[in-house]
Nanobody, 126 residues
Framework: QVQLVESGGGLVQAGGSLRLSCAASGASGGTFSTYTMGWFRQAPGKEREFVAVARKSDGSPLYADSVKGRFTISRDNAKNTVYLHMNSLKPEDTALYYC????????????????WGQGTQVTVSS
């Protein structure tokens, strides 16, 4: 497993932008580059949902339809950090955003990830 710490959340007006960061440490049995990194979010009263994932080898991304064209996931393996650049934010993007890691291939499913951060709150006002 790996320890993950998210940052960068906050309050922003609709149409605004934020960049979330997730710093990884303590990777056991391998380096950061051996982990697939994903972002998920959970709004009050709703289930946790997939947002984006970056392939471990080259950062090739997959996105949820709801954020495609507005969010960009990127990773810097030299800094052990994955980012989520969020543009054109909408009130429905309001949620607690989690970073997650797994050794396997990219996955949309939260149950496939075995390391999680504590989350960072994003609130978008209308």
């Amino acid at each position: 497993q790996v320890q993950l710490v998210e940052s960068g959340g906050g309050l922003v007006q609709a149409g605004g932008s934020l960049r979330l960061s997730c710093a990884a440490s303590g990777a056991s049995g391998g380096t950061f580059s051996t982990y697939t990194m994903g972002w998920f979010r959970q709004a009050p009263g709703k289930e946790r949902e997939f947002v984006a994932v970056a392939r471990k080898s080259d950062g090739s991304p997959l996105y949820a339809d709801s954020v495609k064209g507005r969010f960009t996931i990127s990773r810097d393996n030299a800094k052990n950090t994955v980012y989520l650049h969020m543009n054109s934010l909408k009130p429905e993007d309001t949620a607690l955003y989690y970073c997650a890691a797994r050794r396997g291939l990219r996955s949309y499913y939260s149950v496939d990830y075995d390391s999680w951060g504590q989350g960072t709150q994003v609130t978008v006002s209308s």
